[in-house]
């Protein structure tokens, strides 16, 4: 018999995420999957579930779960207080939980998502080869709510536990290498040293879909309509206001406005960790 997890706090937003939805952007299906994808492998690694296994994404004030076996858990990637039962558990690392108890995430004190990954991976039903929650397209499970109940697989034995989990802290500072185009000709040259010499902040209306900024405007030289074209993880994208937005994972497949650039993927999990007044500085690569 399937073991279930009841969420009994789904918190701000809480998702169902794993690796993404790779290979369907020609369908207009984003990858989506866990912005901050190196937390949720290591959290999944330290209960010997495959790295890119489904795994809770809390954002900023976390949740609250109660399974209906004993089960094992890992919380990482933004620092918050872990309960059981109300008695403090440690974060990072694998912790026991009773049937019937309530593991409480608590809000983060660093950073922005937290990770919560289950021994056997949260076993919802895969839609185009994926768990995870797509905010822009609507598809895969949706955001968690009170009450809501999730399956989970058969956990795999516990691999040995590690003196310490290289756990990286939220950045004080967000750095986002860039690489300019493919319409960097569409902004003047002084635009393009605003963008790698100004400090952006990161603005309080950044979501799964896209990291906005505050900051100088960027302007352009070209003021005709661009037709949609296709948009990839990590562009820059100036909508009219001139303020960069970077996509996220759950980014729209196509786009009208201009990409002044594209940060790497490696570099996103760092601004998925970003709070709101964050520093941001585009270095050239």
Same mark, same amino acid.
Do not use: K
């Given at each position: 018999?399937?073991?279930?997890?009841?969420?009994?706090?789904?918190?701000?937003?809480? @998702?169902?995420? +794993?690796?993404?939805? #790779?290979?369907?952007?020609?369908?207009?299906?984003? $990858?989506?999957?866990?912005?901050?994808?190196?937390?949720?492998?290591?959290?999944?690694?330290?209960?010997?579930?495959?790295?890119?296994?489904?795994?809770?994404? %809390?954002?900023? %004030?976390?949740?609250?779960? $109660?399974?209906?076996? /004993?089960?094992?858990?890992?919380?990482?990637?933004?620092?918050?207080?872990?309960?059981?039962?109300?008695?403090?558990?440690?974060?990072?690392?694998?912790?026991?939980?009773? /049937?019937?108890?309530?593991?409480?995430?608590?809000?983060? @004190?660093?950073?922005? $998502?937290?990770?919560?990954?289950?021994?056997?991976?949260?076993?919802?039903?895969?839609? &185009?080869?994926?768990?995870?929650?797509?905010?822009?397209?609507?598809?895969?499970?949706?955001? &968690? #709510?009170?009450? +809501?109940?999730?399956?989970?697989?058969?956990?795999?034995?516990?691999?040995?536990?590690?003196?310490?989990?290289?756990?990286?802290?939220?950045?004080?500072?967000?750095?986002?290498?860039?690489?300019?185009?493919?319409?960097? +000709?569409?902004?003047?040259?002084?635009?393009?040293? %605003?963008?790698?010499?100004?400090?952006?902040?990161?603005?309080?209306?950044?979501?799964?879909?896209?990291?906005? @900024?505050?900051?100088?405007?960027?302007?352009?030289?070209?003021?005709?309509? &661009?037709?949609?074209?296709?948009?990839?993880?990590?562009?820059?994208?100036?909508?009219?206001?001139?303020?960069?937005?970077?996509?996220?994972?759950?980014?729209?497949?196509?786009?009208?406005?201009?990409?002044?650039?594209?940060?790497?993927? +490696?570099?996103?999990?760092?601004?998925?960790?970003? %709070?709101?007044?964050?520093?941001? $500085?585009?270095?050239?690569?």
């Amino acid at each position: 018999m399937t073991a279930e997890l009841t969420v009994v706090r789904s918190g701000a937003l809480t @998702t169902v995420q +794993d690796g993404g939805r #790779r290979g369907h952007a020609h369908l207009g299906v984003p $990858r989506s999957g866990a912005l901050d994808a190196p937390a949720m492998r290591l959290a999944n690694r330290l209960l010997g579930n495959h790295p890119d296994a489904a795994v809770l994404e %809390t954002t900023l %004030t976390g949740c609250a779960l $109660r399974p209906d076996r /004993a089960l094992t858990v890992v919380v990482g990637g933004a620092p918050c207080p872990v309960t059981v039962e109300r008695r403090p558990v440690a974060w990072g690392v694998p912790v026991r939980v009773p /049937a019937g108890a309530v593991l409480n995430v608590g809000g983060v @004190t660093a950073g922005v $998502r937290a990770y919560v990954a289950v021994a056997g991976g949260i076993a919802v039903e895969p839609v &185009l080869g994926s768990r995870s929650t797509d905010l822009l397209s609507g598809l895969g499970p949706a955001p &968690l #709510r009170d009450g +809501d109940v999730l399956p989970l697989g058969a956990p795999a034995p516990l691999p040995a536990l590690p003196d310490s989990a290289p756990w990286p802290a939220p950045p004080t500072e967000l750095t986002l290498p860039l690489t300019l185009g493919p319409r960097a +000709d569409w902004f003047a040259p002084a635009a393009l040293r %605003t963008l790698t010499s100004a400090a952006y902040r990161v603005s309080q209306h950044s979501n799964r879909i896209g990291l906005r @900024t505050e900051g100088p405007s960027l302007e352009r030289v070209s003021t005709g309509e &661009l037709p949609s074209e296709g948009m990839v993880l990590g562009a820059v994208q100036v909508p009219p206001d001139g303020r960069p937005v970077v996509f996220l994972h759950d980014h729209p497949t196509t786009g009208g406005y201009p990409v002044i650039g594209v940060v790497p993927e +490696d570099a996103l999990s760092a601004a998925a960790q970003a %709070t709101a007044g964050t520093p941001v $500085r585009f270095i050239p690569g």
